[in-house]
Structures are given as C-alpha cells and as structure tokens.
C-alpha cells in the first residue's frame, strides 16, 4: 500500500505533516521536487490508485492493479471531506467573490469560485 495512503488514513496524519515525512525521509515528487500538502492531497484524490482511470466522462476499470484497496481509499477521501481539506470550504478564505465557497453545482457537487482575466484595459470577472 502507498505509504501516503498508510500516514494519512492509518496514522491520522495531516496532508502537511506526510508531506514533511516524506521529505524527511529524502523522497521526491515524479518531478524531482520536495512534497508539499498540494501534491499529498493530488495523490489522495487520484483514483488511478484504485485501479480506474478516466476517460469519455467516466471512470473506468484500469489495466493495472489497484494499488490501495477500496476501504482505505474511501477513508482517505472521508477524512478529507471531514477535516475540510477543500479551500473552497474553509471560512477563513478571503475572496472578492461574496458567494465563492456557498454556492454548490446539482451536478458535480462542487462548489463555485471566482474567477478573474486581464485584458489590456480592465478587469474581467466571471
């Protein structure tokens, strides 16, 4: 089982915490870099793990072996719905957008956020 999995379900770690676990054990990201809490989490919520991959909308049954078992996937991602790992959650996330956070798609079940784009002259929210 991937050990960041095993520390954040098993040891009641925090995404912050394996991160410097990792880290102090000399473990890399695929790109060379030192972990940090975004790339703990990214790997927390890839599904490739449970051997599915996603294609046409849908998730699909992967050609690998799952690599983590479907109990310590489904607590991993329950522990991050229950300790508010989503930023969109969090009250203390200053935004411009008064709604940013509250409002939830029927859909997806995710929440909306504000966005903004620089054009030569102005400022385009939406």
């Given at each position: ?22 880290n ?40 690998h ?15 991050l ?24 798609c ?21």
């Open positions: 089982m991937p050990v960041i999995f095993d520390r954040y379900v098993r040891d009641g770690l925090g995404a912050k915490a394996v991160a410097g676990w990792l102090d054990r000399g473990h890399r990201t695929r790109a060379g870099r030192p972990w940090n809490h975004m790339a703990v989490l990214t790997v927390l919520r890839n599904r490739a793990y449970l051997g599915e991959i996603f294609f046409g909308g849908v998730y699909h049954r992967a050609p072996p799952p690599l983590v078992d479907r109990d310590t996937f489904d607590g991993a991602q329950q522990l719905e229950a300790r508010g790992e989503d930023y969109s959650h969090r009250a203390a996330n200053g935004s411009e957008y008064l709604l940013a956070g509250l409002i939830v029927d859909q997806c079940g995710k929440r909306f956020v504000g966005k903004a784009a620089r054009g030569n002259r102005y400022r385009y929210r939406y």
